[in-house]
Each structure stands twice: as structure tokens, then as C-alpha cells.
């Protein structure tokens, strides 16, 4: 049962019809056919209908969609038999044929092709050389066999002339190693006459439009085929393909095979041959027969490497042995003469074919095999035979055709039934017997010794003396006149659709069919003067020579007659069905839908003909008969197991065949179902239908289901991935964090005991998660470094620590040098080691002073230069406490000038090295000092000094902030309210620093 398809294109098995009836039958066939699907399965066999255009369902995906695969489970396709007949073969080492049988144009021969191609591309997957090889050969057969076999008729423009029979055969590995090809009874009378309409075998036209103007000048050809008797009828009729390259494909196609030069060429000598031959005519001189072109025979002994007296005597001449021994020559009458040459063709070309068949053979035949190691030879054989015919006149041909048909439909109905029958028995079912149309009768009326037609036709050949058909035709009257199958007018006189003393009737299984007798004797005994094979034997081209065994005996020796053509064509026959017999039967069955040859046309009648006769109904009813469907219990468990809660998802029960009883009981079946021992057994498709019908209802369903959980399973998969991940980043940090404190703890741990306390220790680089902790600690390792250092400053020192941070960070980074490296006095002027002279004087004053101003502790003094009103610059002495800013004369240290601090408002000073310092004042009255230095330090820095200690003790006394503008050249000051300019220069041969006046202000001169 086919998966893929939906009901919308009918039924893919016709054992699902409601009802087993013609109606029923064709009105399935042709919705399918007008569907586009050209194959419908009964059971196991195809019924496949000619689609006439080209479809696209042989491509790589179709063979990959059906390899291996069971046959339900795809549409019905001949893939899918060529499938189940290479896996029986290689599974269970069946030999399995394929018998693909229908009328003229049915599609037979493409059905075989379509199936060789499926076997190659399924086979070898190995590539192994030879197996290839053996591929190439059988494939290529094909092309060269059409060539020389198929021609034109008025059915089909590439008919099949021959039976053909093929044996694939298979090593244990299931790779094809080699063939065999039979043909069967190539219909030779079309060399050398054909209905109007019809054409010669294809290889004629092709050599003559396809070989070059060279090799047709050395057959001594022309290229066209009007000019040849042979040709003629059939050279203006148009086919489908190209004969030209046609040609071309052929001769690649033989090389291909293993055909030498030598023996393509005469081949192609051989079919010359017999163009020349079909041209030679004879006429009457006097009392002998004379040949009308002494060229033609001359060309022909050329062609056939023999005498061209040789060719002449046989033409016109025959040798006869008489009774004494003697041996005499006859000359032929005219008719003789052009009958002997006919007959000569056409053995000719039956023997050309005859040879190029045994000559593949020879190429593909399984060579070297040895049964112990290689295993058991298997076979596939493929059978593409004619089709039963019925023709408006029905010939000896038409005869053998038919009886080759009833015999393989005597094979299907023996091999269907049988089947049937053996399954039943093995499944230990009760087998019905239903009827059928058994033929036997009919083919006994054909082939049964003394009585059948053959053996009357064979009679009437061997009596000596002039019998005729007519007399033939009397002798079956009378042995066969009782026979139910037979008839002829002058058993039925009313009858007048026969003709009296020409016409019988035989009822074949497939309609009646009126032969003409005419011609059965002769054709019958086919006869060939001697001469001829004799002259083909001396031949001194030996493929010609191999080609005619026959002809070495001597005209004395020559005593037994040679077996009729119905009798060898029935002895042939005979053997194919037992070769098939004994193997696994798989049929195609094709039907050709119209006459047209038209896509689009399903013509009823002629189909509903050939659905008759080809027993399909039949068939229907026989797969019905019993039971219409059957399955091993897994495969029905396994499709049906979702129409019943006990088996979906999975059963429990002890065995599959329990579980299908389950299914079963819940849908009411029991008593539609027989129970096998491997299978369950459906009697009427309905139920079947049902249990499908319910299945796909059900699906969508599932698909559903299936999706959800999957997607869930998917969601929870990626959840749980996620989570894991995030485990993970979280184990990370957390180790990287630890890692980072036991890191910091490792590098810190001495920092205790370190001189710099860790100054030097390097931070390992923080994870970011750290990065505020990590400033923090750096922040609190720096706090505690520092109170390490100053825990241990003495008390007495701290001012001077102190106002060295204030200067620090006022000057940092700002003034190159501001005497950090040096302890800071502040009070020069009272020092005596910095101004040993003065320092007395000073002490007094400033005793004095303090006494009067009331002030706390000296912040800074020390000797200057300064700016006076009169712009010329003096030496003073700056003292600056807590109280107040002094500038004292330098002598006798008197009070100049003194302002209270708090009106200094903020400082400046250079960012170069020199010494001077504004104090700006509030009321715009500032003080511009030059610092100088006494002894201690002669030429070290004390505007550090002197600023370090005014912006402590504002900090922490005053408890504000004392701004210090750094300038890089110069000052800006107030003097008086007036704003001045103080520029710094350098200046040669100055030696001490001093103010001059300039212009907008003054000049602080350096020396160099
Ligand atoms: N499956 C197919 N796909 C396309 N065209 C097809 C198919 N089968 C048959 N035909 C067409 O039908 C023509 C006749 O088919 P084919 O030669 O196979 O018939 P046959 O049954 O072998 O006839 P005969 O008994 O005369 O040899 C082919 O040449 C082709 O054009
Ligand atoms: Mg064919």
C-alpha cells in the first residue's frame, strides 16, 4: 500500500476496490492515469500504462527513495519490483524473474530498460571494475539489440521484432557478474516486405543515413533507401528518432561491448549484402533464368568474400542428390529464383542477429566461477516479450505470437495461483478455491503432440507431394472440428467473417483471432536452399563463415530434415517457461491507454480490451479471493499500532500476533481476519481501508504529538545546557575571585615587615568583577602604608611633615624643585646657623614683637628683596606668624609694613626654579618677594617652604583652603590697587636676581 499518495489519486492497489468489477476496475485505471500516475499495484504486480511523454520519476531520488525499501511503503512504481525481486534474490538467494508483458507500444521494452537501469544503479556501490563492466555490457545490449531487432511498425515506432529474455546473474554480494540473452523468433518476413506504413529493421536506414560517404562507396551502397526494394516501402516514413545518430550510438555501443573492427564491418557487409541481394532480379532468357547486373553480383561476392560465380550458381542453381548417389544441377524458375533469394536474406539477417546475440553472450557470460568460492550464482531474469496481437489479416507470425502469450498467461495463472496456494498452506490458513479461466485447454490445442496445430503443420510439411495450406487447413477441420476453441467456415458456415479454405479462429483467453492460412507451410518449413549455406561457409570472412555452421556437410550427406519454425519457436517457448518456472515470478503488466500514441487520451474500450485479456480482473479477484491483503504481524503492528490504545505507543502483551488481535477485536474485524502463523490475513479490502482511512486521520495527530514532545525534549536539552554553562561561568568567577585573594594575600603577606611596606609589591591584574575591590584594597594598602610611615614621625616633626603634603600638593608636579629633600627651619632669620650675624638682632625684635602682637609661633622669616613705592628694590626681612604678615627693614628689623594673615587671599609663584612668591591681599595691596638664602642652604629652595606651611596652617587653623596659582613665566600682582605684570628673564652679568621696572610692570632679572 502506497504511503505517499493521497485518495485523491485513486487506489494505488486495485484489491482495494469496494467491488472487483470492470467499472470499478477502469474508472480507478484512468483517474490514475489522468493523474500522472502511470503504475497501480495488484498485490505484488504492476499494471503500468504507456504515459507517452516523459516523466520525471526514474531520476537518482526515486531510485534512492525505493532501494531496499518494502513495497507498501512507496507509490506503486516498477522500482519498486525491481526491488523486490533483487531483494528476495539477494536476501533469501531466490533466482527471481520479471515478466513484463502487454500488446505492441504498451511500454514493454522501457519497463525492462527503466528496471536494468534501477538493478545497475543500485548494484556495485563498491565501484569495483569489473562489476562496471558487466553493468556497461548488459546496459549497451540494449541499444544495439533495438538497432538490429526493433523497426517502425504501425503501433509503435520502436517495436520490439524479437523476444527477449535476460538472465542477469549475481555474486553472494549482490553485484551483477555477468548475463545471458535469449531471443525468441526475430520476424524475419520484414526484410524483405513490410506493411505500408511499416519500416525494414531500424539498422537498415541507419547505416545508410548514418555511415559515412566512405564506408558506403566500399558496401558499394548509396545513402538513399528509396533506391532499395528492401528499403523502399519504408524509406519515407517519419519516426520519432534520428537514424544518423542512432548509427553513431550503435557503433559506440558495439565497441563498447568488445566488437573487433573487422567484425562491425562485416556486420555492416552483411547488411549490404542483403540491400544488393534485395535489388537483384532475374530474367527469363529462353529456357534459363539469367541475372539482370553482373555488377550487383560481383559487389556481392565482395561483400561476402566469396566467387562471384559462386554467388551466381547459387542464385540461379540448385544441387539435388539423386536416389543413386549422383549429384545433379537444377536451374531455378524465376519465382524460384526470387524466392531462393529472399529466403537467402532473410536467413541472413536472422543469422546477423542470431550471431550478434550469442556474440554479447560470449562477452557477459559469468566467467571463472566457481560455486565453492563465490558462493551460490543467483539470477534476476527479465522477460520482454510481444504481446498478444490481433491484426486485420493474422499470419503464421501473429500464430506463434499468441501461443507464446497463452503460455506465459498458463505460467501466471500457475505460478499466481500457486503462490497463493503455498503461502495458505505454509500460513496453515484454509485455502478456497475460487474459479478462473484456466487456458490450458487452449494451449493443448496448440502444442499437443498428433493432435495440436503445430503437429499438423508439421505433417503436412514432411508428406511428400503437393500439399498446400488449403489441405492443412482441411486436416485441422477434421482432428480439431470438436474442439471448443477452434472453428473455421466450414465448421461454422453461417460465420462470414471467415473465408472458406483460407481462414481458422482460435478462441485464445484473450479474444478470438482469424488467421489466414496462407503462407503457414511455407513459413513453417522455412525452407533455404543448401547451396546458400554452403556458399556462406566458404566464405574466407570468417564471422560470415562462423555464422553458417551448417553449410560444411556435403550435399550427400545432408538426410535429416531440420525441425519446423513452430516446432523450434514451440520447443524455445517450452524451455523459457521452464526457466521461468522454476524462479520467483514478479509481473508488469502494461497497457497502452490509445492508438494515438497521445499523453492525454484514455481511450475505454481499448483499454478495457486489454484489461481482459490480460486476466487483471482475474488477478484482482485470485489476490481477493481468500484474503485481499496480508502482513507479517510486526509490519501490521507497526503500521496500525496508533488506531488502538493497547499497542500506541507499545504494547505489553506477550507476542506481536497478540497485539494485532487487539487492533483487531477493537475495530470489530474479527471475523473479516484469519490468523497465519508469521501473518494476519484481511479478507475484504473494506477493512483495510478502514484501519488506513483511521491511520492517516491519525497522523497529523501524531506528527503533532511527535513535535511537541520533541520540541520540548530540544527546549529542556538547551535549558539544561544552560544551566550547566552558567554553573560553570559561576564555579570560574568564583575561583578567579579566590585565586585573585589568595594571590593578593600570598604577594602582601611580609608587607608588615617590608621597609616600604609593600611599596614595591606588584597588584596581581583583578578579575572585573573586582575591579572596585581592587581599588578599595589599593586605596586601603596605600592608607595603611602611610600611617605606617607617619606612625613613627616624632610629634616635633609633624608641622614641618605637614606642611611638606600641603606643598606637595600644591606644588607637585607643577614646580620642577620645592626643597621636599631638606628639613624645612621656617624661622631663618632666628637661626643662628643661618644667619650668624643677625639672628641675635632678630630674636630681640621678634620678642619684642610678640610681646606686642600677642602672636603664637613664627610660620616663616627669612631675608627678601622686594619691590618699594619708588620702584627700586630693597633687601627686607619677611616674618609671617600666625597673627600677621611683616616686612621688616633688614637692619634693625623695624616694622614696615604689617598686614593681618587673614587678608592673604591666595599665592603665586613660577614653575621655574627662581625664588619669588606673591602673597595677594585682599585690598589689593600684595606683597612680591624675592626669597633669599642664608647659610644653610645657599641655593636651595624655599618657596616650597614658605608655601607648604602658609596652605597647612590655613587647612587645619583657618580651616580654608589657600589657592596657589602655579604660572609658567611671570606673575600678575596688585601694587596699590594697580595691577602689574612681573616677567622673569635671565640676564648675563647680573649677580643677583632683581626686580627692574618694564614696561606694563616689572622685570625679575637671574643671573645666567
Ligand atoms: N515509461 C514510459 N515513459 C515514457 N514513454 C514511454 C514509457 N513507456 C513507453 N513509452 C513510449 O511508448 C513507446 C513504446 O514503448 P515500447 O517500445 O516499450 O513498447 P513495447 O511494449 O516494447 O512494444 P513492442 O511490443 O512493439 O516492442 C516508446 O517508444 C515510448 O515513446
Ligand atoms: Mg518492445
Not at 519490483?81 to 524473474?97: E, I, P, Q, S
Not at 547459387?314 to 533469394?341: P, W, Y
Not at 529466403?343 to 546475440?357: C, H, P, Q, S
Not at 466450414?490 to 467473417?497: E, I
Amino acid at each position: 500500500m502506497a504511503e505517499l499518495e493521497g485518495f485523491e489519486f485513486g487506489k494505488s492497489d486495485f484489491v482495494l476496490l469496494d467491488e472487483v468489477t470492470m467499472e470499478q476496475f477502469m474508472e480507478n485505471l484512468r483517474l490514475r492515469f489522468e493523474k500522472g500516475r502511470i503504475y497501480t499495484f495488484i498485490g505484488e504486480v504492476v499494471v503500468s500504462v504507456n504515459p507517452y511523454k516523459q516523466m520525471d520519476i526514474y531520476g537518482k531520488e526515486v531510485i534512492d527513495a525505493y532501494r531496499g525499501r518494502e513495497l507498501y511503503e512507496n507509490p506503486p512504481h516498477l522500482y519498486a519490483v525491481a526491488d523486490a525481486a533483487y531483494k528476495a534474490m539477494k536476501r533469501r538467494a531466490k533466482d527471481t524473474c520479471i515478466v513484463i508483458s502487454g500488446e505492441s507500444g504498451a511500454g514493454k521494452t522501457e519497463a525492462s530498460k527503466y528496471i536494468m537501469q534501477y538493478i545497475a544503479a543500485i548494484t556495485n556501490p563498491s565501484q569495483r571494475e569489473e562489476v562496471e563492466s558487466v553493468k556497461n555490457v548488459l546496459l549497451k545490449s540494449n541499444c544495439v539489440l533495438e538497432a538490429f531487432g526493433n523497426a517502425k511498425t504501425n503501433r509503435n515506432d520502436n517495436s520490439s521484432r524479437f523476444g527477449k529474455y535476460m538472465d542477469i546473474n549475481f555474486n553472494f554480494n549482490g553485484d551483477p557478474t555477468g548475463g545471458h540473452i535469449n531471443n525468441y523468433l526475430l520476424e524475419k518476413s520484414r526484410v524483405v516486405q513490410q506493411q505500408a506504413g511499416e519500416r525494414n529493421f531500424h539498422s537498415f536506414y541507419q547505416l545508410l543515413r548514418g555511415d559515412t560517404p566512405e564506408t558506403l562507396r566500399k558496401l558499394h551502397l548509396k545513402k538513399e533507401p528509396e533506391v532499395y526494394v528492401y528499403t523502399k516501402e519504408g524509406a519515407a516514413v517519419v519516426t520519432g528518432s534520428n537514424d544518423g545518430s542512432c548509427h553513431k550510438a550503435v557503433l559506440s555501443a558495439l565497441k563498447v561491448i568488445g566488437f573487433t573492427q573487422d567484425e562491425i564491418d562485416s556486420i555492416y557487409k552483411i547488411i549490404g549484402t542483403i540491400l544488393l541481394l534485395g535489388n537483384m532480379e532475374f530474367e527469363n532468357d529462353g529456357e534459363a533464368v539469367q541475372l539482370s547486373s553482373a555488377d550487383t553480383v560481383s559487389h556481392i561476392a565482395e561483400l561476402t568474400a566469396t566467387e562471384p560465380e559462386s554467388v551466381s550458381k547459387t542464385l540461379l542453381f540448385r544441387t539435388v542428390a539423386t536416389g543413386g548417389g549422383e549429384v545433379i544441377e537444377k536451374g531455378h524458375s524465376k519465382q524460384e529464383a526470387c524466392f531462393g533469394r529472399d529466403a537467402f536474406a532473410k536467413a541472413l539477417y536472422e543469422r546477423l542477429f542470431g550471431w550478434i546475440v550469442s556474440r554479447i553472450n560470449a562477452v557477459i557470460e559469468v566467467k571463472n566461477y566457481n560455486p565453492a568460492l563465490h558462493g551460490k550464482n543467483t539470477v534476476i531474469g527479465v522477460l520482454d516479450i510481444y504481446g498478444f496481437e490481433i491484426f486485420d489479416n493474422n499470419s503464421f507470425e501473429q500464430f506463434c505470437i499468441n501461443y507464446c502469450n497463452e503460455k506465459l498467461q498458463q505460467l501466471f495463472i500457475e505460478l499466481i495461483l500457486r503462490q497463493e496456494q503455498e503461502e495458505y498452506n505454509r500460513e496453515g490458513i484454509t485455502w478456497q478455491h475460487i474459479d478462473y479461466f484456466n487456458n490450458q485447454i487452449i494451449v493443448d490445442l496448440v502444442e499437443q503432440s498428433h493432435k495440436g496445430i503445430i503437429s499438423i503443420l508439421d505433417e503436412a510439411c514432411l508428406t511428400v507431394g503437393n500439399v498446400t495450406d488449403t489441405v492443412c487447413l482441411e486436416s485441422m477441420n477434421t482432428k480439431l472440428g470438436q474442439h471448443p476453441h477452434f472453428t473455421s467456415r466450414k465448421l461454422c458456415p453461417t460465420d462470414k467473417t471467415m473465408e472458406f479454405h483460407r481462414d481458422f479462429r482460435i478462441r485464445h483467453y484473450a479474444g478470438d483471432v482469424t488467421y489466414s492460412v496462407e503462407g503457414f507451410l511455407d513459413k513453417n518449413k522455412d525452407p533455404l536452399f543448401q547451396d546458400f549455406k554452403r556458399l556462406m561457409y566458404n566464405s574466407s570472412d570468417p564471422v560470415l563463415k562462423d555464422m553458417w555452421p551448417d553449410g560444411q556437410l556435403g550435399i550427400t550427406e545432408v538426410t535429416k530434415r531440420p525441425l519446423t519454425a513452430a516446432t523450434l519457436f514451440k520447443n524455445s517457448i517450452i524451455a523459457l517457461v521452464d526457466k521461468l518456472a522454476c524462479k520467483e515470478p514478479y509481473y508488469v503488466r502494461c497497457v497502452k491507454p490509445n492508438e494515438m500514441k497521445s499523453a492525454v487520451l484514455f481511450d475505454d474500450a481499448r483499454c478495457q480490451h486489454q484489461v481482459a485479456y490480460l486476466g487483471l480482473l482475474e488477478n484482482v479477484r485470485v489476490r481477493r479471493a481468500g484474503f485481499a491483503y496480508r502482513q507479517p504481524y510486526a509490519r501490521f503492528l507497526q503500521r496500525y499500532k496508533m488506531t488502538c490504545e493497547y499497542t500506541w505507543p507499545n504494547h505489553l502483551m506477550a507476542t506481536d500476533r497478540e497485539a494485532v488481535e487487539a487492533i483487531v477485536t477493537q475495530h470489530g474485524f474479527e471475523g473479516d481476519v484469519a490468523y497465519g502463523h508469521t501473518k494476519l490475513f484481511v479478507r475484504t479490502p473494506r477493512s483495510l481501508y478502514t484501519l488506513e482511512q483511521e491511520r492517516a486521520a491519525l497522523i497529523p495527530i501524531l506528527v503533532l504529538f511527535l513535535q511537541k514532545v520533541w520540541r520540548g525534549t530540544l527546549a529542556r536539552m538547551r535549558c539544561r545546557r544552560m544551566r550547566a554553562i552558567y554553573t560553570i561561568m559561576g564555579c570560574y568567577k568564583r575561583y578567579k575571585v579566590k585565586a585573585h585573594f589568595w594571590e593578593v594575600e600570598r604577594r602582601f603577606a611580609g608587607v608588615r615587615s617590608m621597609d616600604d611596606y609593600g611599596k614595591s609589591v606588584e597588584w596581581p591584574t583583578p578579575p572585573a568583577a573586582l575591579a572596585e575591590f581592587h581599588a578599595i584594597t589599593q586605596h586601603l594598602h596605600r592608607r595603611w602604608r602611610a600611617r605606617q610611615i607617619i606612625k613613627n614621625i616624632a610629634p616635633s616633626d609633624m608641622p614641618e611633615v605637614r606642611a611638606k603634603v600641603a606643598a606637595l600638593g600644591a606644588l607637585a608636579g607643577e614646580r620642577s624643585d620645592w626643597g621636599c629633600g631638606r628639613p624645612w627651619e621656617r624661622d631663618y632669620l632666628a637661626n643662628a646657623r643661618d644667619s650668624p650675624q643677625t639672628s641675635a638682632n632678630f630674636s630681640r625684635a621678634a620678642k619684642e614683637l610678640r610681646g606686642k602682637d600677642q602672636y603664637g609661633q613664627t610660620l616663616f622669616s627669612g631675608s627678601v628683596r622686594m619691590l618699594n613705592w619708588f620702584n627700586n628694590t630693597k633687601d627686607k626681612a619677611l616674618l609671617i606668624t600666625d597673627k600677621h604678615v611683616y616686612r621688616l627693614d633688614s637692619k634693625k628689623y623695624k616694622v614696615n609694613k604689617r598686614i593681618p594673615l587673614e587678608t592673604v587671599t591666595s599665592l603665586s609663584v613660577t614653575s621655574g626654579s627662581d625664588q619669588m612668591v606673591a602673597l595677594h591681599t585682599s585690598n589689593q595691596d600684595d606683597f612680591l618677594v624675592y626669597l633669599q638664602r642664608g647659610q644653610l642652604c645657599t641655593n636651595q629652595d624655599r618657596v616650597g617652604e614658605l608655601v607648604g606651611t602658609l596652605c597647612d596652617h590655613f587647612r587645619r587653623v583657618r580651616d580654608t583652603d589657600l589657592p596657589v596659582k602655579v604660572s609658567q613665566r611671570g606673575l600678575s600682582v596688585y601694587m596699590s590697587g594697580k595691577q602689574k605684570s612681573i616677567t622673569v628673564e635671565t640676564k648675563a652679568g647680573q649677580v643677583t636676581p632683581d626686580f627692574r621696572k618694564s614696561r606694563g610692570g616689572y622685570t625679575l632679572f637671574l643671573p645666567q
